[in-house]
């Protein structure tokens, strides 16, 4: 049972991680056309720092090995 919700919970995360890249992109493709409304720009600042907070939480584990 725990190897099934650590299977869960590592598939929800790159299911999380991949729909926040997809948006982001989309954000920006948005932004290139037009100027976006307030609530996409806010978007697209959180989930350009949570990406970068991503994959710095990442690295970290590599470096400090």
Same mark, same amino acid.
């Given at each position: 049972?725990?190897?099934?919700?650590?299977?869960?919970?590592?598939?929800?995360?790159?299911?999380?991680?991949?729909?926040?890249?997809? =948006? !982001?992109?989309? !954000?920006?493709?948005?932004?290139?056309?037009?100027?976006?409304?307030?609530?996409?720009?806010?978007? =697209?600042?959180? !989930?350009?720092?949570?990406?970068?907070?991503?994959?710095?939480?990442?690295?970290?584990?590599?470096?400090?090995?």
């Amino acid at each position: 049972m725990v190897i099934f919700a650590e299977i869960l919970r590592v598939s929800s995360l790159a299911i999380l991680v991949f729909s926040s890249f997809m =948006y !982001l992109s989309d !954000l920006t493709i948005k932004k290139k056309q037009r100027s976006l409304t307030t609530f996409e720009f806010a978007m =697209y600042i959180i !989930l350009a720092v949570a990406v970068i907070a991503f994959g710095i939480s990442m690295l970290i584990p590599i470096i400090t090995g």
